[in-house]
């Protein structure tokens, strides 16, 4: 090799290196920096910055257990629809034990005990739809993507099945003026749980047993069961743990708009791949993080609301979206270049 070819050789590396690290954190700077200098009144305002934390709550909360089963080499397209089955369980326990009529409108005066009760029947029921995907994918040996998609369309046609195809639309007043609307410390409730999550989320993946080994067989899972991981528990445990991301993101959503949503998550599948991806997890399996998850949901969150303020249509914010995830998922294949280099 000559002396000009090393030193393109270098080059090359170098530039992937640039490339690979840390890229989506400077887009999201470089984004919030040109509608701020664009519009400063409107997308600086303290108003505009918390609505920005609210709505990216909820996807938050999915995106971390989609990060989990994305680490692990599986996929979750389920998710949205489990969260719609959690939200039609959960809200009809709470409408059934504070005595009110299905066909209710507005907020009922159920107390603390029967939302505690709807919360944990949304999360439960969140975790069995999971441990079924699990079963189904460690167990069964049938693709993850074709499992999920079966139980996409199972949940949703299910929770059509229990609420008669129509949304719940009554909430208890509780859960949705002190956890809906509700702060804590000046921070909205449903951003202190996001937060929350994360924080717990994101230690348990880099700081415990169980984050190891999910990194482990996302990597390699053959050479993670020869180490002695139980693979088909480790399996069922992530799609398990998927499934209660979606159960607390379901009682969020009912807070938040003191209604079911059943017409309103088709897209969240597509919308966590797309933020854990952009936050540099790999769809391979065995890289990521939480952290980078934060930041690939307010991409486009920040994006389709730096189009309102600034009068462009929405519509344009799906063609930027999809050209941002196309080149992450390019930049994830420049790392994977880098790794078998190195």
């Not at 230690?203 to 990597?219: D, E, K, N, P, Q």
């Given at each position: 090799?000559?002396q000009?070819d090393a030193?393109?050789e270098t080059?090359e590396?170098?530039?992937?290196r640039?490339?690979a690290s840390g890229?989506i954190?400077l887009?999201?700077?470089g ?6 200098l664009?519009r400063p ?14 709505n990216?709550a909820?996807?938050?909360v999915l995106?971390?257990?989609q ?11 389920s998710i949205?629809?489990v ?6 369980v959960?809200?009809?326990i709470?409408?059934?034990?504070s ?13 603390w005990?029967?939302?505690l ?5 949304a999360v ?8 079924l995907n699990g079963?189904?994918v460690?167990?069964?040996k049938i693709?993850?993507?074709i499992?999920?998609?079966g139980?996409?369309g199972m949940?949703l046609?299910?929770?059509q ?5 129509t ?11 002190h956890?809906g609307s ?5 921070i909205p409730?449903l951003?202190?749980i996001?937060?929350l ?6 230690l348990v993946?880099?700081f415990?047993?169980f984050?190891?080994?999910?990194y482990?067989?996302?990597s390699?899972?053959e050479?993670?069961r ?5 693979v088909?528990?480790?399996t069922?445990a ?9 159960g607390?993101?379901?009682v969020?959503?009912?807070a938040?708009?003191?209604t079911?949503?059943?017409n309103g998550?088709?897209m969240?599948n ?5 933020a854990?991806?952009?936050g540099?997890?790999s769809l391979f399996?065995g890289v ?6 934060v930041?690939?949901?307010?991409i486009?969150?920040i994006l389709?609301n730096g189009f309102v303020?600034?009068?462009?249509p ?13 080149l ?5 294949q420049?790392?994977r270049r880098?790794?078998k280099?190195g």
């Amino acid at each position: 090799m000559t002396q000009t070819d090393a030193f393109r050789e270098t080059g090359e590396d170098r530039l992937l290196r640039l490339l690979a690290s840390g890229w989506i954190f400077l887009l999201l700077v470089g984004l919030i920096a040109i509608f701020s200098l664009l519009r400063p009144a409107q997308f600086g305002s303290g108003y505009n910055i918390q609505q920005l934390a609210i709505n990216a709550a909820i996807i938050l909360v999915l995106a971390v257990g989609q990060t989990y089963v994305i680490i692990s080499n599986g996929i979750d397209l389920s998710i949205g629809s489990v969260l719609v089955f959690c939200s039609v369980v959960s809200a009809e326990i709470m409408l059934a034990l504070s005595g009110a009529a299905g066909t209710t409108f507005g907020t009922t005066s159920a107390g603390w005990g029967v939302i505690l009760l709807g919360s944990l029947a949304a999360v439960a029921t969140g975790i069995a739809w999971g441990l079924l995907n699990g079963f189904l994918v460690a167990v069964a040996k049938i693709p993850a993507l074709i499992v999920t998609l079966g139980t996409l369309g199972m949940a949703l046609g299910g929770a059509q099945i229990l609420s008669g195809g129509t949304d719940v639309r009554a909430m208890p007043e509780l859960l949705v003026t002190h956890v809906g609307s509700g702060r804590i410390f000046g921070i909205p409730a449903l951003v202190m749980i996001a937060v929350l999550v994360v924080l717990v989320a994101g230690l348990v993946l880099h700081f415990t047993r169980f984050g190891l080994h999910t990194y482990a067989v996302g990597s390699n899972m053959e050479g993670a069961r020869r180490s002695g991981i139980d693979v088909t528990r480790q399996t069922m445990a992530v799609y398990a743990l998927s499934g209660g991301m979606a159960g607390i993101a379901a009682v969020m959503s009912n807070a938040r708009f003191a209604t079911t949503t059943i017409n309103g998550h088709a897209m969240d599948n597509l919308t966590t791949i797309s933020a854990v991806v952009l936050g540099g997890t790999s769809l391979f399996g065995g890289v990521g993080s939480v952290f980078g998850t934060v930041v690939g949901v307010f991409i486009p969150i920040i994006l389709l609301n730096g189009f309102v303020i600034l009068g462009i249509p929405p519509f344009w914010q799906t063609v930027a979206m999809g050209a941002v995830l196309i080149l992450a998922v390019w930049i994830d294949q420049l790392k994977r270049r880098l790794r078998k280099r190195g």
